[in-house]
């Protein structure tokens, strides 16, 4: 079965430093996507970051990096030069497999404070 | 880009009466849609998901159902609601293998 883990419940980070936020994932199928979102106190989930599981390079938007270790089965999120905007809950989630894709399984969170 | 639309975006029922949350889409046709529930402080629980007019998957037995009347319309009902319901409720969207968009959410608050 398919189930993503994050270990870490808050985090604190000071602004201007990057901060990794951790995921774990457990899948049996080669093919799948990893995605990190980010959810702010009004509640809207804002998608991130996208890795492929074919990708053979880390993903990066901006800011945001996606550490994906394969073997190990994990993709952490790295945020560097943390902004006081970025104080959030983080999901991270995985696109089920091929023969059940509608679905998105999401972790616990993780709630990202960033002092000034 | 796709938009998603939700309303209303709060909700006070008492228990037992009846519930509708609607979603609709703009920007994309023949959608994947979804309605998630997120209890506070916790993570998104899958309860319905349709990959097409008429078309509902059912995730979690309860007393809500779901329907989709129109390509881009998804409605999330119960016909008594229960205490345990409350919560925030999301639509989201996608077209297969990208990533799934959120629209603005309801919370739900049943007393």
């Given amino acids: 079965a398919q189930k993503i883990t994050q270990t870490q419940p808050g985090m604190f980070v000071q602004e201007k430093e990057a901060v990794t936020l951790d995921c774990t994932y457990d899948t049996s ?3 799948y996507g990893l995605f990190w979102y ?3 106190s009004s509640g809207e989930m804002i998608f991130l970051i996208y890795q492929g599981s074919y990708d053979q390079q880390n993903a990066t938007e901006g800011r945001y990096s996606l550490n994906f270790q394969k073997a190990r089965k994990s993709a952490n999120l790295v945020i560097s030069a943390s902004q006081l905007g970025d104080s959030a809950m ?3 989630a995985m696109r089920g497999p091929r023969y059940n894709f509608n679905k998105f399984y999401f972790g616990s969170g993780t709630k ?3 002092k000034p | 880009s796709q938009t998603i639309h939700q309303w209303p975006a709060t909700l006070v029922q008492p228990v037992g009466s009846p519930l509708s949350l609607e979603c609709t889409v703009e920007g994309t046709s023949n959608p994947n849609l979804y309605w998630y529930r997120q209890a506070a402080g916790r993570g998104l629980q899958l309860l319905f998901y349709s990959v097409g ?3 509902i998957s059912s995730e979690v037995p309860q007393n809500l159902s779901a329907s989709r009347p129109q ?3 998804f409605i999330l009902s119960s016909k008594k609601l229960l205490l345990s319901d409350s919560g925030f409720y999301l639509c989201a969207s996608d077209r297969g293998q990208e990533t799934q ?3 603005p959410g309801t919370r ?3 007393l």
Avoid: A, E, T
Wanted: charged letters at 15%; glycine letters at 8%.
């Fill in chain 2, 101 to 103: 968009y959120f629209g």
């Fill in chain 2, 71 to 73: 390509d881009r319309q």
């Fill in chain 2, 53 to 55: 007019i008429g078309q």
């Fill in chain 1, 29 to 31: 199928d080669p093919s």
């Fill in chain 1, 112 to 114: 990202l404070n960033v």
């Fill in chain 1, 90 to 92: 983080y999901f991270c």
């Fill in chain 2, 108 to 110: 739900l608050l049943v």
């Fill in chain 1, 38 to 40: 980010k959810q702010p």
